[in-house]
Structures are given as C-alpha cells and as structure tokens.
C-alpha cells in the first residue's frame, strides 16, 4: 500500500514498513485513514494484533478507540 503523506504528515511514508511499525501505521489509519486504508488495515493484519494494538493505544482519541474496538471485536 503506498501510504498518503496527509496520513504521515511527521515522516516520509516511503519509509514506513507496515511489519515493523504495525502500531504506528494501523494508529494513524485509525484515527485519520479513508475508507480504502481502514480496508486494508483490516485486510493486511491479524485481528488479534489489531485488538491489541487499539487496547493499549494510548494516543487513539476515544470516539476512535470506541469504533475501532467495535470492529475488531465483532
């Protein structure tokens, strides 16, 4: 997926490696992504990474945190 630079406004998003940087990436794409990168979010990682990753997240803003536990909890 070749990320939006309005979506890693703080870094250069050819950089980014989804593996290394899972909680970064799925973070941002929580809180900012389109609908396309929410799809692939979804798509591109195990769900129990994705629980975690909103569970322990603390810079998820909490209508975002609701939603998102929602999704990967269904």
């Not at 998003?13 to 941002?28: G, W």
């Not at 692939?40 to 939603?67: E, G």
Request: glycine letters at 2%; a positive charge.
């Amino acid at each position: 997926m070749e990320f939006r630079q309005s979506l890693f406004w703080d870094t250069d998003p050819k950089k980014i490696d989804p593996q290394k940087n899972a909680q970064y990436v799925i973070e941002r794409v929580a809180d900012f992504g389109n609908d396309k990168e929410v799809r692939w979010v979804l798509d591109f990682y195990d769900k129990s990474l994705l629980q975690n990753v909103i569970m322990k997240s603390r810079c998820l803003r909490p209508r975002t945190k609701k939603l998102w536990t929602l999704l990967v909890n269904s």
